[in-house]
C-alpha cells in the first residue's frame, strides 16, 4: 500500500521481467508498469476479501480494498491509450504518443484475466493490438520492443492470452 503513488500506480519498479532495475540501451530503467500496478490490485483486493472471509477487521479490509480499488481506477486513468490499448507502463505511453506508439507488452492481458480491468472495449482493443505480436508458431511474442530477447515465443505469454482470449469469447484464436 505505501508503493502507491500520488496518480494511482505503483512507484516505478522492474516490473515482472527484471531486465528494467538499472537502465541501460535497451532499456530505460525502473518504471510504472501496468502488470505490476495490476497484479498489486488483485492481491490486494484478494487478500480484502480473504480477511472479511476470515471474520478479520472490517477496517483492515477496507484499507485493502480500498487501495486496489486506487490501483484500478489509476491503470485506467494513466495506461490506456487513446485507442483504448492497455500500454506497457506509463513512461512509455508518456513519451510515444497517446495513439500509435510503440508500448505492447502481453503481460497487461493479466490485468484482464485477473479483473483488474474489466471494460471490455478496452479488452478488445488491447487483444486486437497484441495479436500483432503473433510469433511464426501462433504463440506470442512477449512485447513490440524487438531485439533477440523480446522477438520469442513466451510460452507464459501464450498461456495468458488464451486464458484472455477464451473469456472474450474469442474461442478460435485461443
Same mark, same amino acid.
Given at each position: 500500500?505505501?508503493?502507491? /503513488? ?17 537502465p541501460? !540501451? ?6 510504472? !508498469? ?11 483486493a ?8 476470515e471474520?478479520?477487521? %472490517? ?10 480499488a486506487?490501483? *484500478? ?6 495506461l490506456? %491509450? %487513446? ?6 507502463? *506509463? ?10 506508439g510503440?508500448?505492447? %507488452?502481453a503481460?497487461?492481458?493479466?490485468? !484482464? ?5 474489466? /471494460?471490455? /472495449?478496452? *479488452?478488445?482493443?488491447t ?44 474461442? /478460435?484464436?485461443?
Open positions: 500500500v505505501s508503493l502507491i /503513488d500520488d496518480d494511482g500506480l505503483l512507484v516505478p519498479d522492474s516490473s515482472i521481467w527484471e531486465t528494467h532495475w538499472e541501460t !540501451f535497451e532499456s530505460q530503467g525502473r518504471q510504472k !508498469f501496468t502488470y505490476s500496478s495490476a497484479m498489486a490490485a488483485a492481491g490486494l484478494e487478500f480484502a476479501a480473504a480477511l472479511l472471509d471474520d478479520a477487521a %472490517d477496517e483492515d479490509a477496507a484499507r485493502y480494498a480500498a487501495a486496489a486506487v490501483l *484500478r481506477a489509476g491503470v485506467a486513468a494513466h490506456v %491509450d %487513446d485507442d483504448g490499448v492497455l500500454a506497457a507502463c *506509463r513512461e512509455e505511453l508518456d513519451a510515444l504518443g497517446p495513439a500509435g510503440a508500448y505492447l %507488452d503481460a497487461v492481458v493479466e490485468a !484482464f484475466n485477473h479483473g483488474v480491468v474489466v /471494460d471490455a /472495449d478496452v *479488452r478488445a482493443a487483444l486486437d493490438a497484441l495479436a500483432g505480436l503473433s510469433a511464426v508458431t501462433g504463440g506470442y511474442y512477449r512485447n513490440d520492443a524487438g531485439g533477440e530477447y523480446d522477438s520469442r515465443e513466451w510460452m507464459v505469454i501464450d498461456l495468458w492470452m488464451a486464458k484472455a482470449l477464451r473469456a472474450s469469447g474469442r474461442l /478460435d484464436e485461443s
